[in-house]
C-alpha cells in the first residue's frame, strides 16, 4: 500500500462484507498540532471480544482460503510508523470502528493519495449501501451524505453513468478542494 | 459548485430519456475486478478505473463492471475476470494499459487477450 487513501479502501471492504447498510468516512487535519485522523465506522456484524483481541494480528483471519490478513495490519503499521496510533472498537452485532492517527508531518507518513477516488469507487460499486464521508481541515469542512442523493434520485441508482459524473465533481468540489493535494 | 438542485436537475433528464440499458439482457458481459487488500496493493484500482472510463467512453450498455473480494491467487493480482459467452476468462497481472486492451480486443471485439490470460502466466 502507497497511498492512505487505498487503505481507507480496503477497510472499508471489511465493512461491506460484515454486511454493513451505513459507513462513515471521516478524514481531520489539523496543520497547528500536525495531526490527522481517519476513521471508518460502520453498522455491520461487529465481531466479539476474542476476535478484537486477535484483528490486527497478520495471522489473523476469517477468510477460510487461507491464514493470512493483511489489512488491519497494515493499516496499523501505517500509523503506527509515522508518529501516530490506532485503534480498532467493535461490538458483535453493533458494529466497528477502525481509527488511525499520523502526525502530519513524519516523515513516513504515506501520502494521503486518491481519496476522492476511492469514495467515488465505493459509492458507485455498493448502491445499495449508505456513505457519509466528511472532509476537515483546519476548521473547513466538507460533508458528502448518499442518503440526500438517493432521496433526490427517486429510484435511479447512484451507479448510473450520468449520475457517476455527478458525483465524481461533488466528490472533487465538496471534499477534496478542502484539503486540497496539502494532505 | 455541485448541488443537489443540480442532481435534482439530473434526474428530470434522465427520467425523460429512454434507457437501453434495461433493453440489453442476454448478451451481458460481466467483469469483476478483485479487490481486497492484496489486489488493492497490487494496484486493482487504476485497473478499475481505467475498465468504467473505456467503458463510459464507447457507451458499452451490456457490460456490467463489479469488483469482488479476494480471488485466492494473491501473487497474481490485479485479477480481472471476464465471463461472455457463457465462459469465464481469468486475466492476470493487469495494468490499466492492458485492462483497456481486453476491453478493446475482447469486450468489444470478441478475440480474447490470449497472451494476459492466467493460463499463459
Known amino acids: ?183 | 459548485m455541485k448541488s443537489l438542485e443540480e442532481l435534482r436537475a439530473l434526474r428530470e433528464k434522465m427520467k425523460s430519456q429512454t434507457d437501453n440499458r434495461s433493453v440489453a439482457g442476454a448478451d451481458e458481459t460481466v467483469i469483476k475486478v478483485g479487490m481486497a487488500t492484496c489486489g488493492i496493493a497490487a494496484g486493482a484500482r487504476p485497473v478499475l478505473d481505467a475498465l468504467l472510463e473505456e467503458a463510459d467512453k464507447r457507451h458499452l450498455h451490456n457490460v456490467s463492471i463489479s469488483q469482488t473480494g479476494c480471488i485466492g491467487m494473491c501473487r497474481l493480482e490485479p485479477i480481472v475476470e471476464v465471463f461472455k459467452d457463457g465462459q469465464k476468462y481469468t486475466y492476470v497481472h493487469m495494468t490499466a494499459d492492458k485492462a483497456r486492451k481486453v476491453m478493446n480486443d475482447h469486450v468489444v471485439n470478441g478475440n480474447p487477450c490470449k497472451e494476459y490470460l492466467i493460463s499463459e502466466n
Open chain 1, 1 to 183: 500500500m502507497r497511498e492512505l487513501a487505498l487503505n481507507i479502501l480496503d477497510i472499508a471492504e471489511n465493512s461491506l462484507s460484515a454486511g454493513a447498510k451505513n459507513i462513515q468516512i471521516g478524514l481531520k487535519a489539523d496543520t497547528q498540532r500536525d495531526e490527522m485522523e481517519i476513521r471508518i465506522a460502520d453498522d455491520g456484524c461487529g465481531m466479539d471480544a476474542e476476535m478484537l483481541a486477535r484483528v490486527t494480528d497478520p495471522f489473523t483471519t476469517t477468510r477460510t482460503t487461507r491464514k493470512v490478513g493483511m489489512g488491519l495490519p497494515l493499516f496499523r503499521f501505517s500509523a503506527e510508523s509515522a508518529g501516530g496510533d490506532f485503534s480498532v472498537k467493535s461490538e458483535k452485532g453493533k458494529g466497528t470502528e477502525v481509527c488511525a492517527r499520523y502526525k502530519i508531518g513524519h516523515i513516513d507518513r504515506m501520502p494521503l493519495g486518491d481519496f476522492g477516488g476511492v469514495v467515488l469507487q465505493l459509492i458507485t460499486m455498493n448502491p445499495d449501501v449508505d456513505f457519509f464521508v466528511t472532509a476537515e481541515f483546519d476548521g473547513e469542512k466538507g460533508v458528502l451524505d448518499t442518503k440526500e442523493f438517493r432521496a433526490v434520485m427517486d429510484g435511479i441508482p447512484l451507479n448510473a453513468p450520468q449520475v457517476r459524473v455527478f458525483l465524481r465533481d461533488y466528490i472533487q468540489e465538496n471534499l477534496v478542494t478542502i484539503y486540497g493535494g496539502r494532505l
